[in-house]
């Protein structure tokens, strides 16, 4: 037990789903695990463990934003013996093929700061996601019929951004959506020695102003969390 996560030794799998929404935890594991009994409710931010095809899974709230998911994966990877981790959750569209309800895998993630920053001081450490997620997603969702984007994201600081300018030049280079955790959660992935993958869904849409409702962004996600779960166990 740790001080955001309060699930007993050896109640949270090896593998972890990690949607920033609680709410969004609670909804995959009753609809994708078996068994699933609720592990953590520390603060409102929900931890469930179950199975899937025979597969232990645990699927744990990170919060939003770098530095509360930076609280629940250190504590996953060095409390609980977290292997994997895939971040299961909503970005924003910025190329014009990326469209709402969209997947897209994260191979890198661009910021301007994460929780780490201090650690690489005038160093721009490059996270990325690991090959064998990343291979074994783009399968699973290819086997599922959906042609899923493969490249590079961008990990936001806030929500309600106010540069324009910066969102024009990572369109200009190919970045394709934005959201707020991958980063740091790619980053103590490598510094552990631990895998990692952000898969993503398509939410709203930074060029067009397009946007789910709420509901939906909660629980119509489920290609994403078929996706990560195929990965992590392909």
């Known amino acids: 037990m740790t001080i955001h996560i309060g699930a007993e030794p050896g109640a949270i799998a090896e593998t972890v789903l990690m949607p920033g929404d609680p709410l969004r935890a609670k909804w995959a594991a009753e609809t994708f695990l078996q068994d699933a009994v609720c592990v953590n409710e520390v603060r409102g931010m929900y931890g469930f463990t179950g199975t899937w095809r025979g597969h232990r899974v645990s ?3 990170s919060g939003m934003g770098m530095p509360s998911l930076s609280i629940y994966a250190n504590e996953l990877i060095r409390d609980f013996g977290a292997q994997t981790l895939i971040r299961i959750g909503s970005a924003g569209g910025m190329q014009p093929q990326v469209k709402l309800r969209d997947v897209v895998l994260a191979i890198t993630s661009s910021t301007l700061s994460t929780p780490s920053r201090g650690i690489f001081r005038e160093l721009n450490y490059a996270p990325c996601a690991d090959w064998g997620l990343l291979q074994a997603a783009h399968a699973a969702a290819i086997a599922k019929g959906l042609t899923p984007h493969v490249g590079g994201i961008y990990s936001s600081d806030v929500f309600y951004d ?3 300018d910066l969102n ?5 280079h190919g970045i394709l959506a934005v ?3 991958a980063a740091e959660l790619y980053t103590l992935a490598a510094r552990h020695g631990r895998r990692a993958l952000a898969v993503l869904t398509i939410s709203d849409h930074l060029q067009t102003g397009e946007a789910l409702p ?3 962004r909660q629980s119509s996600f489920s290609d994403m969390v078929e996706i990560a779960l195929e990965a992590a166990f392909a």
């Open 59 to 61: 699927i744990q709230g």
């Open 179 to 181: 959201e707020m955790e």
């Open 162 to 164: 106010e540069r324009p």
């Open 214 to 216: 709420s509901a939906d």
């Open 168 to 172: 024009e030049q990572m369109t200009r």
